[in-house]
Nanobody, 124 residues
Framework: QIHLVESGGGLVQAGGSLRLSCAAS????????MAWFRQAPGKEREFVAA????????YYADSVKGRFTISSDNTRNTVYLQMNSLEPEDTAVYYC?????????????????WGQGTQVTVSS
């Protein structure tokens, strides 16, 4: 069992930055994939970014490439999402997720554990 807790959300003006954190407790492995998803009101949950627990490879949705950076700190069992140049369209609840085996995927249905989410609101 893995427990995930997100933090770092809040209200920011367009063009600003936020850093989200996701602290994981429980067993994780180097092959574990960690991802960030988001869900805006009335929309489906969508993939944002992912990395492996070993921190080797990273993957991004086209909508956030060049603005968001995902990273992991194995010593703290924490994954981060640095979000720069935020836009009102980035407003959503952001969730971190873990996929124990199988590698990276953009499909939310294939992730095994989820955090409770943290709200990000970007004002224009």
């Amino acid at each position: 069992q893995i427990h995930l807790v997100e933090s770092g959300g809040g209200l920011v003006q367009a063009g600003g930055s936020l850093r989200l954190s996701c602290a994981a407790s429980g067993l994780v492995f180097s092959s574990t994939s960690m991802a960030w998803f988001r869900q805006a009101p009335g929309k489906e949950r969508e993939f944002v970014a992912a990395t492996t627990w070993s921190g080797g490879a990273t993957y991004y949705a086209d909508s956030v490439k060049g603005r968001f950076t995902i990273s992991s700190d194995n010593t703290r069992n924490t994954v981060y999402l640095q979000m720069n140049s935020l836009e009102p369209e980035d407003t959503a609840v952001y969730y971190c997720a873990v996929r124990l085996v199988g590698g990276f995927t953009e499909s939310s249905a294939l992730y095994d554990f989820w955090g409770q989410g943290t709200q990000v609101t970007v004002s224009s």
